[in-house]
């Protein structure tokens, strides 16, 4: 993508040129130097009671971004923004030395600039500074967005940060916000007589959550490393050498996808207290949400109520404590616990609309009804507790029922925020799980190591003790009422940037004072990649077949159901997402979708797919449009095949394989429809690798990437048009009437 915020390209020069204007009249554009006595929130309250047309002798120094700018023949009206607020400057000829003077009309909004003078307030009431000197500190060579419109294009938000917060008062205030919570959190821990640490970044052994890591080298020891995806196991080490009381709040990473609550690089606190247990775990969390709540969001004491996504959420009181099964009682309006047959539990969960699998128990039935059915019912704060086993494998039994685990997730507005558990201490029984985890990684690669060292330090003797881990960014969103993850970090992941040629040379200089690369030289060297050519302008596109022919071709070298089906499915999706992005060309985007897979069951060969199916569509008389088309959405296995580049492409890689998971995900439901199939059951199809294996996730991912999409995005994107593409779509609603 080019740089689409320097509008208009010539508003650009003219800055440029009068930068060089104030160089050429001796004046720098940059000082080092700048002189700040007063911010503008603390004179509107110092001034308050100054009458209008009203002066004094006090002289101040302010500085700020100008945000708005009126010239008026001698006179002219400067508006500034600090970290506080905005301040007018008051500037007239005679007032103004000469050299100030002459700079105001050289000013620019955006020109950061600072002023001295006295305070006063104009006859309209407005409280200004009235300049004798005026000092530009940094000349703005791009112009803001309108202000009438400001800056809502979240694409430009994210991944211009220091836009947004210029543009957007609100957001600078969530991210004050968010230094005050986690201040808050910090004092919290301390007053209960936790000891802040720091553990490495780093791991050599992949532990303490499950989740796929990233992987860095380590030179100095030329083997690979980890980033570290939890600090559980490190923490607990503490608690093995007497540190009774630990926490750390620090940065986690995990090579997943991006969703509204999801991103690779996040912050998470952990804390483990000796001799503690759940009830403990419980008590330190109901205090410290409503300590946040009074300190950072202005609530009474016995009165922490905040509002969150429109829903009005009560945190003050003692917080609910309930079993993951009463839950799931009450959504299905009957008493079902561990010993409710397994039969009568799929019958359940079949009533309700949810898959189940034979080899499943009593406790993952239990939990798919809590989970799909009870879980977003839940609103006000809420352990719930008593997890199964049979999805809590590493979690410590429940002395008076082994089947179950002593474990609560706290869980507000159908999100959870932390999980806690009574740590598991026994060294012979944490070394058999570990074990487990290997052999479970045959299936799994999310699945931990075998950590010898923390077992070494369990068999010297661990104490009873709590853990907890909060979700830091989740809280955030929470106490600022923040939908997404990405609107609580400062910079969130991005796919990388598209950048050209010109967008370099547009920033260069003409000439520097050393040595500097040529345009060719930096383009090169860019991490992102760069290109001398913007994206083609849509044009109508042929592929040299009619619809009919495109589906004898199909037939022709495909007998199998499933395989017309699927070509048939990818037809209708390229042909919904046409309609969206390029309409001139919806037939041909059809007939990419159709034939994307041709050769697929009579060769099947994973290097050669696509290549020969171009074979087949060129004798049939098919443009080199189609089969190129086609053809990137196999690059990854056959790197002589194009790269997935244009929107059509982008949108074919993505739907072919995450289509063909939703396709396995919807057979095992009692419906075997799309219409009622809901993002949360494909994210949990899509996080367990054995379902649908054959579907790769990082294909999936690549996907959301090469459509600048969160997977949540994606995953919702792709589900509604297989359900405006659905055979059974019409007869669905009309048995379905809203």
Same mark, same amino acid.
């Given at each position: 993508?080019?740089? @689409?915020?320097?509008?208009?390209?010539?508003?650009?020069?003219?800055?440029?040129?009068?930068?060089?204007?104030?160089?050429?009249?001796?004046?720098?554009?940059?000082?080092?130097?700048?002189?700040?006595?007063?911010?503008?929130?603390?004179?509107?309250?110092?001034?308050?009671?100054?009458?209008?047309?009203?002066?004094?002798?006090?002289?101040?120094?302010?500085?700020?971004?100008?945000?708005?700018?009126?010239?008026?023949?001698?006179?002219?009206?400067?508006?500034?923004?600090?970290?506080?607020?905005?301040?007018?400057?008051?500037?007239?000829?005679?007032?103004?030395?000469?050299?100030?003077?002459?700079?105001?009309?050289?000013?620019?909004?955006?020109?950061?600039?600072?002023?001295?003078?006295?305070?006063?307030?104009?006859?309209?009431?407005?409280?200004?500074?009235?300049?004798?000197?005026?000092?530009?500190?940094?000349?703005?060579?791009?112009?803001?967005?309108?202000?009438?419109?400001?800056?809502?294009?979240?694409?430009?938000?994210?991944?211009?940060?220091?836009?947004?917060?210029?543009?957007?008062?609100?957001?600078?205030?969530?991210?004050?916000?968010?230094?005050?919570?986690?201040?808050?959190?910090?004092?919290?821990?301390?007053?209960?007589?936790?000891?802040?640490?720091?553990?490495?970044?780093?791991?050599?052994?992949?532990?303490?959550?499950?989740?796929?890591?990233?992987?860095?080298?380590?030179?100095?020891?030329?083997?690979?490393?980890?980033?570290?995806?939890?600090?559980?196991?490190?923490?607990?080490?503490?608690?093995? &050498?007497?540190?009774?009381?630990?926490? #750390?709040?620090?940065?986690?990473?995990?090579? #997943?996808?991006?969703?509204?609550?999801?991103?690779?690089?996040?912050?998470?606190?952990?804390?483990?207290?000796?001799?503690?247990?759940?009830?403990?775990?419980?008590?330190?969390?109901?205090?410290?949400?409503?300590?946040?709540?009074?300190?950072?969001?202005?609530?009474?004491?016995?009165?922490?109520?905040?509002?969150?996504?429109?829903?009005?959420?009560?945190?003050?009181?003692?917080?609910?404590?309930?079993?993951?099964?009463?839950?799931?009682?009450?959504?299905?309006?009957?008493?079902?616990?561990?010993?409710?047959?397994?039969?009568?539990?799929?019958?359940?969960?079949?009533?309700?609309?949810?898959?189940?699998?034979?080899?499943? &128990?009593?406790?993952?039935?239990?939990?798919?009804?809590?989970?799909?059915?009870?879980?977003?019912?839940?609103?006000?704060?809420?352990?719930?507790?008593?997890?199964?086993?049979?999805?809590?494998?590493?979690?410590?039994?429940?002395?008076?029922?082994?089947?179950?685990?002593?474990?609560?997730?706290?869980?507000?507005?159908?999100?959870?925020?932390?999980?806690?558990?009574?740590?598991?201490?026994?060294?012979?029984?944490?070394?058999?799980?570990?074990?487990?985890?290997?052999?479970?990684?045959?299936?799994?690669?999310?699945?931990?190591?075998?950590?010898?060292?923390?077992?070494?330090?369990?068999?010297?003797?661990?104490?009873?003790? &709590?853990?907890?881990?909060?979700?830091?960014?989740?809280?955030?969103?929470?106490?600022?009422?923040?939908?997404?993850?990405?609107?609580?970090?400062?910079?969130? @992941?991005?796919?990388?940037?598209?950048?050209?040629?010109?967008?370099?040379?547009?920033?260069?200089?003409?000439?520097?004072?050393?040595?500097?690369?040529?345009?060719?030289?930096?383009?090169?060297?860019?991490?992102?990649?760069?290109?001398?050519?913007?994206?083609?302008?849509?044009?109508?596109?042929?592929?040299?077949?009619?619809?009919? @022919?495109?589906?004898?071709?199909?037939?022709?070298?495909?007998?199998?159901?499933?395989?017309?089906?699927?070509?048939?499915?990818?037809?209708?999706?390229?042909?919904?997402?046409?309609?969206?992005?390029?309409?001139?060309?919806?037939?041909?985007?059809?007939?990419?979708?159709?034939?994307?897979?041709?050769?697929?069951?009579?060769?099947?060969?994973?290097?050669?797919?696509?290549?020969?199916?171009?074979?087949?569509?060129?004798?049939?008389?098919?443009?080199?449009?189609?089969?190129?088309?086609?053809?990137?959405?196999?690059?990854?296995?056959?790197?002589?095949?194009?790269?997935?580049?244009?929107?059509?492409?982008?949108?074919?890689?993505?739907?072919?394989?995450?289509?063909?998971?939703?396709?396995?995900?919807?057979?095992?439901?009692?419906?075997?429809?799309?219409?009622?199939?809901?993002?949360?059951?494909?994210?949990?199809?899509?996080?367990?690798?054995?379902?649908?294996?054959?579907?790769?996730?990082?294909?999936?991912?690549?996907?959301?990437?090469?459509?600048?999409?969160?997977?949540?995005?994606?995953?919702?994107?792709?589900?509604?048009?297989?359900?405006?593409?659905?055979?059974?779509?019409?007869?669905?609603?009309?048995?379905?009437?809203?």
């Amino acid at each position: 993508m080019s740089d @689409q915020n320097a509008r208009p390209t010539d508003e650009r020069t003219q800055r440029r040129a009068r930068r060089q204007a104030l160089i050429n009249e001796g004046v720098n554009p940059y000082p080092i130097n700048s002189t700040v006595t007063a911010h503008a929130a603390e004179l509107e309250e110092k001034y308050a009671s100054l009458e209008d047309g009203g002066s004094t002798d006090d002289v101040v120094s302010v500085a700020g971004r100008i945000r708005a700018l009126r010239r008026q023949g001698k006179v002219a009206f400067v508006v500034v923004e600090d970290v506080s607020g905005q301040i007018q400057l008051f500037c007239r000829k005679g007032v103004l030395d000469d050299a100030s003077w002459n700079l105001v009309s050289q000013l620019d909004l955006g020109d950061i600039v600072d002023a001295t003078g006295a305070v006063i307030r104009t006859r309209r009431g407005q409280l200004s500074v009235s300049p004798t000197t005026l000092t530009m500190l940094s000349k703005s060579l791009r112009p803001l967005p309108e202000k009438f419109h400001g800056l809502t294009d979240r694409e430009i938000r994210y991944r211009q940060r220091y836009l947004d917060l210029i543009m957007n008062p609100d957001v600078r205030e969530t991210f004050r916000k968010r230094s005050q919570i986690i201040s808050t959190i910090r004092r919290y821990m301390e007053s209960q007589g936790y000891l802040e640490v720091e553990t490495p970044m780093m791991h050599q052994i992949l532990g303490g959550a499950n989740a796929k890591p990233f992987v860095t080298h380590f030179n100095a020891l030329d083997c690979d490393f980890y980033l570290r995806i939890a600090t559980e196991l490190p923490l607990k080490r503490l608690i093995v &050498g007497g540190m009774e009381r630990v926490f #750390e709040i620090g940065r986690q990473f995990r090579n #997943e996808g991006m969703d509204l609550t999801h991103n690779p690089e996040f912050t998470s606190m952990e804390a483990y207290c000796a001799y503690s247990n759940l009830q403990g775990m419980k008590e330190l969390t109901q205090s410290l949400f409503q300590t946040i709540a009074r300190e950072c969001c202005g609530c009474e004491p016995g009165h922490e109520v905040i509002t969150y996504q429109g829903q009005t959420v009560d945190m003050s009181g003692t917080w609910r404590s309930v079993s993951l099964s009463d839950v799931a009682s009450e959504v299905v309006g009957e008493h079902i616990d561990m010993d409710t047959p397994v039969e009568h539990l799929r019958e359940l969960c079949q009533a309700n609309g949810i898959e189940w699998q034979e080899g499943w &128990g009593a406790g993952k039935l239990l939990f798919e009804l809590y989970d799909e059915l009870g879980e977003k019912t839940i609103v006000d704060p809420t352990f719930v507790c008593d997890y199964p086993e049979e999805v809590s494998p590493l979690s410590k039994r429940k002395d008076e029922d082994p089947r179950l685990t002593d474990r609560f997730e706290l869980v507000i507005c159908g999100n959870e925020y932390a999980n806690a558990f009574s740590e598991l201490n026994d060294p012979v029984d944490q070394a058999g799980r570990f074990a487990e985890q290997v052999a479970a990684k045959d299936f799994d690669d999310e699945a931990m190591g075998y950590d010898y060292d923390y077992v070494r330090a369990l068999e010297y003797g661990m104490p009873p003790a &709590g853990g907890i881990g909060y979700g830091i960014d989740r809280m955030i969103m929470l106490f600022c009422d923040q939908a997404s993850i990405r609107d609580v970090l400062l910079f969130p @992941q991005m796919k990388p940037e598209h950048i050209t040629k010109a967008d370099i040379a547009s920033q260069l200089p003409d000439s520097t004072d050393n040595a500097a690369a040529s345009v060719d030289a930096i383009v090169a060297d860019a991490e992102a990649g760069a290109s001398a050519e913007a994206s083609p302008e849509t044009k109508r596109l042929e592929s040299g077949l009619t619809r009919d @022919q495109a589906f004898d071709l199909l037939k022709k070298y495909n007998e199998d159901p499933f395989h017309i089906q699927h070509g048939e499915t990818l037809e209708g999706l390229m042909r919904y997402y046409a309609e969206k992005y390029d309409p001139e060309n919806v037939d041909f985007w059809g007939q990419v979708g159709l034939l994307h897979d041709l050769d697929w069951e009579k060769f099947q060969d994973p290097v050669q797919h696509t290549v020969k199916a171009g074979e087949l569509i060129r004798e049939a008389g098919g443009s080199e449009e189609l089969v190129h088309a086609i053809q990137t959405h196999n690059s990854d296995n056959n790197p002589d095949l194009p790269a997935p580049e244009s929107k059509m492409e982008c949108v074919l890689y993505a739907c072919d394989e995450l289509s063909g998971l939703i396709q396995a995900a919807i057979l095992m439901r009692p419906s075997k429809s799309v219409m009622d199939f809901e993002v949360k059951s494909l994210k949990k199809k899509f996080k367990d690798k054995r379902f649908a294996a054959g579907c790769s996730r990082d294909v999936i991912r690549h996907g959301a990437e090469l459509n600048d999409m969160e997977l949540d995005e994606l995953f919702a994107s792709v589900i509604e048009a297989m359900k405006a593409i659905a055979p059974d779509r019409d007869e669905w609603l009309a048995s379905h009437p809203e």
